[in-house]
Structure formats: C-alpha cells, structure tokens
C-alpha cells in the first residue's frame, strides 16, 4: 500500500509565505517525477510546479519566480516553497507521485488572505 501525505497548508496575508511537504511511503518503488497541482473553487486541477529524479523542474508560468521546488530523493518527499503569495493563489494543493502508477495525496488548503 502506497500512502501519500501533504503537510504545511494554511492561511496567510499576501505577500506572505508558506512551505508545503509531501512525503510518500510504502510499497511504491522507483519514483520518477513528484510534483504539485492546485485546484481552486470552480477550475480544474492544474500542474504548478514538478521535479524529476534528476532534480529538472518545470513551473507555471504564473509562480515562476516565486515558487520553488525542491526533493530529497532518500525521503520520498518533496516541497514547494511558496513566495510572495497572491490571493489567486488560494487553492487546495495536491501532491502527485508518478512511478509505474500515479499516486495523489489528499490536498492540504492554502488561503492567502488579508
């Protein structure tokens, strides 16, 4: 069995920080990609930020610059620090873990507001 846990969600004011952790445990093997989705209330889920094995990443446009992503590979576990929040970046964040199957956590809720 595959568990998948995100931690460090909350509410902050603009321009604010906040640092997300996902770690995954269990039988799951050799992981190629971890990564970050977001979905805010009445838009799909969308891809903000990934990082392979090797350490390459990939951001949406729109955190570019404020986000980063990081992972311990030895961990499974893999962060997204988040900077300069912005109130459109309210949304609950979901962890993704891609090896021969794709694992999700169960969201943790970022709210940026003042």
């Known amino acids: 069995q595959v568990h998948v846990v995100e931690s460090g969600g909350g509410l902050v004011q603009p321009g604010g920080s906040l640092r997300l952790s996902c770690a995954a445990s269990?039988?799951?093997?050799?992981?190629?990609?971890m990564g970050w989705y977001r979905q805010a209330p009445g838009k799909q889920r969308e891809l903000v930020a990934a990082i392979t094995t090797g350490g390459s990443t990939n951001y949406a446009d729109s955190v570019k610059g404020r986000f980063s992503i990081s992972r311990d590979n030895a961990k499974n576990t893999v962060y997204l620090q988040m900077n300069s929040l912005k109130p459109e970046d309210t949304a609950v964040y979901y962890c993704?873990?891609?090896?021969?199957?794709?694992?999700w956590g169960q969201g943790t809720q970022v709210t940026v507001s003042s």
């Open positions: 269990g039988s799951i093997g050799s992981i190629y990609t």
């Open positions: 993704r873990v891609r090896t021969i199957n794709i694992y």
